[in-house]
Nanobody
């Protein structure tokens, strides 16, 4: 099995910064695209940012210029640097990874972390 463990969620003031981290571990041959999603109360889960194993990144319009996604392929980790946080960034943030598992080279599985709460007060 594969586990994703997130960390870094916190309560911060508007305008402050926060960094989320996620590590994938377990039965992993290769991790392809990794990303962050978020879900605010009463809303659907939405994409925040993704990054391929080659380093190509993609961002939601709402976070462009404020958030930066990065990864360490050797450690199977992905981070999200969040600057100039706004109250509307308040949500549970979930890590996602597309994984090729050992012994199953032709199948890509998507795994989710348990989520980490980010609360931004005004």
């Amino acid at each position: 099995q594969v586990q994703l463990v997130e960390s870094g969620g916190d309560l911060v003031q508007a305008g402050e910064s926060l960094t989320l981290s996620c590590e994938a571990s377990g039965n992993i041959f290769r991790v392809n695209t990794m990303g962050w999603y978020r879900q605010a109360p009463g809303k659907q889960r939405e994409l925040v940012a993704t990054i391929t194993s080659g380093g190509s990144s993609n961002y939601a319009d709402s976070v462009k210029g404020r958030f930066t996604i990065s990864r360490d392929n050797a450690k199977n980790t992905v981070s999200l640097q969040m600057n100039s946080l706004k109250p509307e960034d308040t949500a549970v943030y979930y890590c996602n990874a597309a994984v090729i598992r050992l012994g199953l080279p032709n199948v890509e599985y998507r795994f989710w972390g348990q989520g980490t709460q980010v609360t931004v007060s005004s």
